[in-house]
């Protein structure tokens, strides 16, 4: 992006002002099109900012870690998360200004992801020029995952941010031999691992590019700064290791979360994080197309194309490779997930952006891109007006529920943190099925993903009645009261077997105690 310099040599420094008119002649083309870009992202990213409930992780952010004091969230994320402590500082500090509402919480990581748009433009500058850099910065602004983790209250548009500055920064230190960029790359990346621990294996392919094509002497001061941050954020990841609060990825097999990656890259979470079964038909075209792209670098006239293409093609093979060499050599380290791969999506979108934007592939590549531009967009307004693609609403189903008639037992979908929690007003605890206690309730109501048959009998016991049928859009709610006099005591194992459409069930009781 060049800007024309206002006055020629030799003229008087004197300053005039500018027309509107010759302000804007005096950018150039590729200038307004990556605002318009970087304003079409910023406008998917905020219009709907605040419309959805907070999901299952944000609650952990918003509840958990950004409770109190700053030195609470840093001890809240030193025993109780699995990532580094950047985004949550950074969060604790953005909070202070704007709340921890979903708008305001959710506004750092909407921020993250529009910057990353004139990042990638530079991405592809860089690599193949600004035609390369327009297509690629064009796909990162309507990428349907970048868009929802632009929207989530965790790390990852942050880091996604993080790692292309850190792309940028590498890409010009190799062609400069700058020591301002060398620092700048080490500064992005270790800010990079700080906020992601999957962060490090691009940064790893970079830093060994460099010390190849530059040398231990060039690169020395970018070297320095990473490797005091990677010191940094050491023995925090060895402690939250040592939790094991990320094992539980292990639980579905490697191919079935590599192939998730694949449809999630480019659809976005529209899959096992909103707790409904996979939609992988959504993902044919634009994975097709994507596919499509890339296979133009094997033509023979894509030489060129093919070799700049190769460099963030690099960081992708890295980003996921390593993390998944690492799993089929020690199941115990096991934690590749389509999120915590995100390192690698904008280097894969630059490569896109260069093998559309070839000279060579003409009328033929243009098309591609458009057709996959085109597609992205259609699903991100999509996925920001269908309720079934969206995060569950739980602050209408806790306004609708209202406060307890007596003690209360709620029956509904729960990963870690359960998002209705959040919402109720009533101080509800979450309780587990191993927990023996033997719960005395008045009401038992159930949250399902849509309408589901009604519990059987046996499910609640005597004395049970259903008094109200309940429709918040995807959500619908049965609500059960015991009839005698008095309390009856809950099933709760009973009670987690409820078809509810939900990958996994758990209770929240309302101002109870044990018997």
């Known amino acids: 992006m060049e800007v024309a310099s206002l006055s020629r040599l030799g003229r008087p420094k004197a300053r005039t002002r500018r027309s509107p008119s010759e302000w804007v002649r005096s950018h150039s083309r590729a200038f307004w099109i990556v605002a318009g870009l970087t304003a079409l992202a910023a406008l998917l990213r905020f219009a709907t900012l605040g419309v959805q ?15 109190d004091g700053f030195g609470h969230a840093m001890n809240a994320v030193w025993s109780s998360e699995s990532t580094p402590p950047v985004y949550y500082a950074l969060a604790w500090v953005w909070t202070q200004l704007v709340g921890t509402g979903e708008f305001g919480l959710r506004s750092l990581s909407a921020a993250a992801g529009v910057a990353t748009v004139p990042v990638a433009y530079l991405i592809g500058v860089e690599l193949r020029g600004r035609r390369a850099g327009l297509w690629a910065a064009a796909l990162v602004a309507v990428n349907p995952m970048m868009l929802w983790y632009s929207q989530e209250a965790r790390a990852y548009a942050l880091v996604a941010c993080f790692g292309a500055l850190s792309a ?6 190799e062609r400069s031999g700058a020591r301002r960029d060398f620092v700048w790359w080490g500064i992005w990346s270790g800010l990079a691992i700080a906020t992601h621990y999957f962060a490090a294996f691009p940064i790893l392919a970079e830093a060994l590019m460099l010390l190849r094509r530059r040398g231990p002497r060039a690169s020395f001061a970018g070297m320095a700064i990473l ?30 979360r590599l192939a998730e990656t694949a449809a999630t890259f480019v659809t976005g979470e529209t899959g096992d994080i909103i707790a409904r079964p996979e939609r992988p038909w959504l993902a044919f075209v634009p ?8 296979a133009l670098l094997l033509r023979r006239r894509e030489g060129r194309e ?8 690099l960081l992708v093979v890295a980003a996921i490779g390593i993390p998944v060499a690492i799993a089929l050599v020690d199941a115990s380290k096991n934690f590749v997930l389509a999120r915590n791969l995100i390192p690698a999506l904008v280097p894969l979108l630059a490569a896109i952006g260069i093998a559309v934007a070839s000279p060579a592939s003409r009328k033929l590549g243009a098309a591609i891109g458009a057709l996959l531009f085109a597609y992205s967009l259609g699903f991100c307004i999509l996925a920001s007006t269908d309720e079934q693609l969206q995060r569950p609403n739980w602050s209408a189903v806790a306004e609708r529920i209202g406060d307890p008639h007596g003690p209360r037992a709620t029956v509904t979908w729960t990963l870690g943190e359960a998002p209705l929690r959040y919402y109720l007003s009533t101080g509800a605890v979450q309780v587990r099925a191993s927990e023996s206690y033997d719960w005395l309730v008045k009401e038992v109501d159930f949250v399902s993903d849509g309408v589901q048959p009604a519990p059987p009998r046996r499910m609640l016991g005597p004395g049970f009645e259903q008094v109200a049928r309940e429709d918040t ?5 049965r609500r059960y009261r015991f009839q005698p006099p008095g309390l009856a005591p809950l099933r709760l194992r009973r009670l987690r077997d409820a078809g509810l459409d939900f990958r996994s069930n758990g209770v929240l009781l309302d101002g109870v105690g044990p018997q």
């Open 53 to 67: 409930s907070y999901h299952h992780d944000e609650i952990v952010t918003a509840s958990r870690v950004l409770r």
């Open 473 to 477: 859009g995807r959500l619908f709610i």
């Open 287 to 294: 994975l097709a197309l994507s596919l499509a792209a890339l």
């Open 306 to 313: 093919r070799r700049a293409a190769a460099r963030p093609l």
């Open 227 to 256: 490797g005091a941050a990677a010191l940094a954020v050491a023995p925090v990841a060895i402690h939250q290791m040592s939790l094991g609060h990320a094992e539980w990825i292990g639980n579905f097999s490697l191919g079935h």
């Open 168 to 173: 940028l920064y590498w890409l010009r230190a």
